[in-house]
């Protein structure tokens, strides 16, 4: 299968990137004009790029036809499935993240109830069904029955796999529907080759920010997070817990990723930066 037209651009003589609109304001980025950007007619050398492209069906169908053309995405397939599955990248982050279990196939309350206690956080292997809060809040055997009973059905879900992680506190900054899960103290931060490119509100429709403090504490964990991973391109979500520690909410492969609150500009300079140093060498 094919992948849908693409344009192969390239920043500041540094980044290689292949980008295609998705119609996502908090995903879609314009290069020009911040950028120095030239689109060549030919590779005379394979390339290394980073694709912002959406989300992948299937990343390795994806990485195959970039590879036929020369051209190289930054992450392999099996690294692709690291950074985005959470039962991959669990058990390199275990002690920093909730304690998490998965099942290929719906689980029994008790085997759940036996492990994690009531309540607790049920999601899919990659992510929730945008954030509701009657499939992600399991009070008792009773409603996690409940969302067994409605997982199949929901288009979000029905694929994923269950997720089921133990109930952690978090600071709240706003609560505005019963419907939704609340909005936690919680950030996105990006990280290139080992280095912070990025880091912002995860909720962007709430004002909130970290002290110089709570800043500090909460990159150590993630620097953390990103050296255990070792990968190139990647996406750390930080939650604070009521009590004031920070914990790693989720892990993203950096391709697939939106921005969330993160300055997208900024972001692509540090990158550019990054690669122009090491072409310079």
Same mark, same amino acid.
């Given at each position: 299968?094919?992948?849908e037209p693409f344009t192969l651009c390239r920043l500041e003589r540094a980044t290689w990137v292949v980008t295609r609109p998705t119609g996502l304001g908090l995903y879609d980025f314009a290069f020009e004009p911040l950028f120095t950007v030239d689109h060549p007619a030919y590779l005379p050398h394979p390339v290394t790029a980073i694709a912002r492209l959406g989300a992948a069906d299937d990343y390795p169908k994806r990485y195959d036809f970039f590879s036929q053309l020369s051209i190289r995405l930054v992450h392999t397939p099996e690294q692709y499935a690291l950074g985005s599955w959470l039962p991959n990248w669990y058990p390199k982050l275990e002690g920093v993240t909730p304690r998490s279990l998965w099942f290929d196939r719906p689980p029994s309350a008790r085997e759940v109830g036996d492990e994690l206690g009531w309540p607790v956080f049920v $999601?899919?292997? /990659?992510?929730?069904? $945008?954030?509701? /809060?009657?499939?992600?809040?399991?009070?008792?055997p009773e409603d996690f029955d409940r969302i067994m009973g409605e997982w199949e059905a929901d288009p979000i879900l029905w694929w994923q796999g269950v997720v089921c992680r133990a109930w952690v506190r978090l600071r709240k900054v706003a609560d505005p529907s019963p419907l939704l899960l609340p909005m936690s103290h919680e950030f996105r931060s990006f990280?290139?080759?080992?280095?912070?490119?990025?880091?912002?509100?995860?909720?962007t429709t709430v004002p909130y920010g970290m002290t110089d403090d709570e800043r500090r504490d909460a990159l150590r964990l993630a620097a953390e997070a990103v050296e255990r991973l070792g990968l190139d391109f990647i996406v750390i979500d930080l939650a604070q817990t009521e009590t004031g520690s920070w914990t790693v909410i989720e892990c993203n492969d950096g391709q697939d990723a939106g921005y969330a609150g993160v300055d997208r500009a900024a972001l692509w300079r540090e990158v550019v930066e990054i690669d122009c140093a090491l072409v310079d060498k």
């Amino acid at each position: 299968m094919a992948e849908e037209p693409f344009t192969l651009c390239r920043l500041e003589r540094a980044t290689w990137v292949v980008t295609r609109p998705t119609g996502l304001g908090l995903y879609d980025f314009a290069f020009e004009p911040l950028f120095t950007v030239d689109h060549p007619a030919y590779l005379p050398h394979p390339v290394t790029a980073i694709a912002r492209l959406g989300a992948a069906d299937d990343y390795p169908k994806r990485y195959d036809f970039f590879s036929q053309l020369s051209i190289r995405l930054v992450h392999t397939p099996e690294q692709y499935a690291l950074g985005s599955w959470l039962p991959n990248w669990y058990p390199k982050l275990e002690g920093v993240t909730p304690r998490s279990l998965w099942f290929d196939r719906p689980p029994s309350a008790r085997e759940v109830g036996d492990e994690l206690g009531w309540p607790v956080f049920v $999601k899919g292997g /990659r992510q929730t069904s $945008k954030h509701q /809060r009657r499939l992600c809040v399991a009070e008792s055997p009773e409603d996690f029955d409940r969302i067994m009973g409605e997982w199949e059905a929901d288009p979000i879900l029905w694929w994923q796999g269950v997720v089921c992680r133990a109930w952690v506190r978090l600071r709240k900054v706003a609560d505005p529907s019963p419907l939704l899960l609340p909005m936690s103290h919680e950030f996105r931060s990006f990280w290139y080759r080992g280095n912070l490119v990025g880091i912002g509100r995860y909720w962007t429709t709430v004002p909130y920010g970290m002290t110089d403090d709570e800043r500090r504490d909460a990159l150590r964990l993630a620097a953390e997070a990103v050296e255990r991973l070792g990968l190139d391109f990647i996406v750390i979500d930080l939650a604070q817990t009521e009590t004031g520690s920070w914990t790693v909410i989720e892990c993203n492969d950096g391709q697939d990723a939106g921005y969330a609150g993160v300055d997208r500009a900024a972001l692509w300079r540090e990158v550019v930066e990054i690669d122009c140093a090491l072409v310079d060498k």
